[in-house]
C-alpha cells in the first residue's frame, strides 16, 4: 500500500518514521524536493494513494474522486481546513490530525508577538540597521489583559505560559469552559464581547468554518481598546482584513500581529502587510524542530493504526 507524504519537514524530521512504516510494508513516497507540490504533482502523485500525510495542500472532492484507493487522510497538524470532511466522510475515508503536536511551538510564537510588540523589537533593531538610535518607550505585559478566544489544546499551553507574568487571562471557548479547567489554567471565563472590550492582547485559536469566518470585523473592532494587540495565529479569514486596515490606520486598535493570512503569500500590492503596526510572519508559528518531530512520531502512528491495524 502507498502512503503519499507531501509535508516538506519528513525530509528533515521524520526518515527514522519513514523507515518505520516501510518495515511494516507500506511504500512510502514522500516529498524531499525542498518545494511545496504543485496541485499538478499532488494529484498525480496522490491517483494511486491508500494513505495521505498533508499539509496544506487542498484535499477536495477532485481529488478524492481522482484516488480510488484512498482509505486514510491524515493532517500534519490540526487545521482540517483544507479537507472536504463531509465528502471525505462520505466516501468512508478516515480523517486523522495530529491534536497537540504543535501547540507548544504556536504558543511560544504567541508569546514572541507579545513581547515583541510592548518593546518595539521589530522597529527599533531595524532602525539601528538603519544607525538610527531613537529610543521609544515600551509597555510591560504585567498588569494587562490578555483575552483567549478558543480555548483549546493551543489557548490552554498560552494560559500555562503567561501564568507566572502577573497578567489578566480571560477566556472564551464555543464549549463551556469548566470550573476545573479556569482553575487549572488561572484564567477567568469571559464572554466574546467582554473578551473583545477589554482586553490589551487579544489573541485567536478557533479554527476556520463557516461560524469563525471574519469573527472580527468592523464591529468588534470598533468596541476595542485603543491599546488593544490583536494576534492571529489561527488561520487567515477569521479575521476581516479589509476591516483590519482600516482599524489599524484610523488607531481604532495599537498594532495586528498575524501568521496566518488569507492569501499566503500576500499579493504583491497588499496594503495591510504594508503599515508599520502591522507585522506578519510566513506561517511558521508551528515550525519548531521539536513540534516537526512530534508531528512526522504522530501522523505516522496515525497512518499506521488506521491503514494497517
Ligand atoms: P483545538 O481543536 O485544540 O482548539 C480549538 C478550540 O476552538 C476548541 O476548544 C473549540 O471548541 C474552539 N472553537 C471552535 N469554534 C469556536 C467558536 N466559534 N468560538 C469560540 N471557540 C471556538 O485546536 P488548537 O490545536 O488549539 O488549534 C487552533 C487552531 O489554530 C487550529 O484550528 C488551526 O487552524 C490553527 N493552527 C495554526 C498553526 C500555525 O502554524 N499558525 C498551527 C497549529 C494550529
Avoid at 540597521?129 to 478558543?150: A, F, R, Y
Avoid at 473592532?221 to 484610523?250: P, Q, S
Amino acid at each position: 500500500m502507498k502512503v503519499l507524504i507531501t509535508p516538506r519537514g519528513f525530509a528533515s524530521y521524520g526518515l527514522d518514521q519513514v523507515k518505520l512504516m516501510e518495515s511494516k510494508g507500506l511504500s512510502v513516497h514522500y516529498n524531499n524536493t525542498g518545494k511545496a507540490y504543485t496541485k499538478e504533482e499532488f494529484h498525480r502523485l496522490a491517483a494511486d494513494a491508500d494513505a495521505i500525510i498533508v499539509g496544506v495542500d487542498i484535499i477536495d472532492r477532485e481529488l478524492i474522486d481522482q484516488c480510488p484507493k484512498l482509505k486514510v487522510i491524515c493532517k500534519f497538524g490540526v487545521g482540517t481546513d483544507n479537507i472536504d470532511l463531509d465528502y471525505a466522510k462520505e466516501k468512508g475515508i478516515f480523517v486523522g490530525r495530529t491534536t497537540g503536536s504543535n501547540s507548544k511551538a504556536v504558543a511560544e510564537h504567541v508569546l514572541a508577538f507579545m513581547f515583541a510588540d510592548t518593546k518595539n523589537l521589530y522597529s527599533t533593531i531595524n532602525e539601528v540597521k538603519e544607525h538610527q538610535w531613537n529610543k521609544p518607550t515600551g509597555q510591560e505585559v504585567s498588569g494587562k489583559t490578555l483575552g483567549i478566544i478558543g480555548f483549546g489544546m493551543i489557548g490552554k499551553n498560552i494560559a500555562a505560559f503567561v501564568s507566572g507574568l502577573s497578567m489578566k487571562v480571560y477566556a472564551y471557548d464555543a464549549f463551556e469552559i469548566t470550573e476545573e479547567a479556569a482553575k487549572e489554567y488561572h484564567v477567568e471565563k469571559k464572554s466574546f464581547e467582554e473578551i473583545i472590550r477589554e482586553s490589551d492582547y487579544i489573541s485567536l485559536h478557533v479554527p476556520l468554518l463557516d461560524s469563525t469566518k471574519n469573527m472580527i470585523s468592523t464591529e468588534e473592532f470598533k468596541k476595542m481598546k485603543k491599546n488593544t494587540c490583536l494576534i492571529n495565529t489561527a488561520r487567515g479569514g477569521i479575521v476581516d482584513e479589509n476591516a483590519l486596515y482600516r482599524a489599524l490606520v484610523n488607531k481604532e486598535i495599537r498594532s495586528a500581529y498575524f501568521d496566518v493570512y488569507s492569501l499566503e503569500p500576500p499579493a504583491a500590492e497588499d496594503k495591510l502587510i504594508k503599515l508599520d503596526n502591522f507585522f506578519l510572519t510566513p506561517h511558521t508559528a508551528a515550525r519548531t524542530v521539536e513540534s516537526e518531530k512530534r508531528t512526522c512520531q504522530m501522523s505516522t502512528g496515525i497512518i499506521v493504526e488506521h491503514l494497517l491495524i
